[in-house]
């Protein structure tokens, strides 16, 4: 018996799979899904920041620069900001995006089922929490002193808090029993025990 479908992607295959594969009788869970569109999210929206980080990077070196200038009573050798910039914003750019796609790699592990990954995305959530709870602490202890920092660095503080607890709550839905039943027969599913 031959299946007709329209193309090559298992989304495209009536039973969802590629043909020939084995079918397996489980659906993902809304919760891993979920899950999965969670921490899409928490890799992709710092990437919103990067212009910003730019932004302050630029205008924190030039004030520095300058101070040096006039501490130092040496001019900046000619293309020396130029150059600096050269090399600052790609490497802005290269690290954001390589922490977006090892968000995304660790989103298509738990949407995959594998259970080493949804451990390592808890202890990831546990050190980012960890980390919020840590800059809270600082942030009270200085008090008024950091009023003017904190309100200049407001957008970095609300894109954080919503990664943050985009991250927080996909890992809370990995570990519900609707998640928990699907991580354990997926595993089963890849060792040949379900078909």
Known sequence: MTENYSGP?????P???FPGMPQTGFQRPRTVTAAFWCLVASAVLPLVLVPYQIQ???DTFTTVMAEYTVQSRRPIPPGLLDQIMNIAVPSFWVGALLGAAVGVLIALGIRAGRNWVRILQTVF???SLLSVLLGAVLILSLGTQMVGELARSFPVYIVSAA???AYIVATVLEWLPPSNAYFSLAKAARGGYVR
Request: overall charge neutral; charged content about 0%.
């Open 9 to 13: 992607w298992p989304s495209q295959v």
């Open 163 to 165: 990664t943050t607890t």
């Open 15 to 17: 039973t969802g799979t």
């Open 56 to 58: 302050v990077f630029t």
């Open 125 to 127: 959530a546990a050190l």
